[in-house]
């Protein structure tokens, strides 16, 4: 699997932070799930680790590539991006959407939630984690190809405030609900990009993800 680990200055941590978790005017948008079961495109793929709970979101570029969410793109995704963009070698090409989803704490019998693809065509994702917590992200071994697949985990990042990972939008993932923590809140970018298949050669990994 292909993907960069990395952090975000305190700086602009923890102002968004304070604005998504600390602000009771916030608005967040109530779903039902994290992610839709998709039985004839395999952009999702249900298994027996697998189950859904609802999720807050708040979508602040759309898949039309609109900005529908104006405060949110300037006070809260754009200094994130902007650092992330200076300090590593990204092609930026064009955003395909960008949202940011809130979980709470729920003692769930499932590991995590339904492993998927945002998109179906090629692209990149990074998420942002805005505060610590317990709910890791999922990574599987399988890359999206329109079939069905039996998935394999190879491996998962913990949410640390500040941290991001960025890796090839086609590789399956899955968020997870925190068993201990109150809140877990995630930024999600997904853009396309000329990145080079091999971030290795790209990018200095941080191994530590824990």
């Known amino acids: 699997m292909t993907f960069l680990i990395g952090q975000v200055p305190s700086n602009i941590s923890e102002p968004t932070k304070a604005r998504l978790l600390h602000n009771p005017y916030w608005p967040w948008y ?3 799930e994290t992610t839709s079961y998709d039985t004839e495109f395999n952009t999702s793929i249900k298994d027996s680790l697998s189950g859904e709970d609802i999720q807050f979101q708040h979508t602040v570029i759309d898949t039309l590539g609109s900005i529908v969410s104006p405060t949110a793109y300037e006070r ?5 991006w902007k650092w992330i963009v200076a300090n ?3 092609e930026f090409g064009q955003f395909r959407r960008i949202k940011i989803n809130l979980l709470t704490r729920k003692e769930t019998k499932h590991l995590y ?3 998927h693809v945002d998109f ?5 994702t990074i998420l942002y984690y805005v505060n610590d ?3 890791a992200t999922y990574f599987f071994k399988n890359k999206y190809d329109g079939t069905p697949q ?5 491996e998962k990042v913990e949410p640390r405030q500040g941290r991001f990972v960025l890796f090839d939008g086609l590789q399956y993932h899955a968020s997870s609900n925190p068993q201990y923590n109150e809140k877990r809140c995630v930024v999600n970018f997904n853009f396309t990009s000329s990145i080079s298949e091999n971030l290795s050669t790209t990018f200095a990994e941080n191994p530590e993800i824990s």
């Not at 179906?120 to 990149?124: E, G």
């Not at 039996?150 to 190879?154: G, N, R, T, V």
């Open 120 to 124: 179906d065509q090629p692209h990149w």
């Open 88 to 90: 590593n070698d990204i």
């Open 133 to 135: 917590s317990d709910g």
């Open 113 to 115: 939630h339904t492993p």
């Open 150 to 154: 039996k998935l394999e985990i190879q």
């Open 76 to 80: 809260i995704t754009e200094p994130i």
């Open 30 to 32: 109530l779903q039902s």
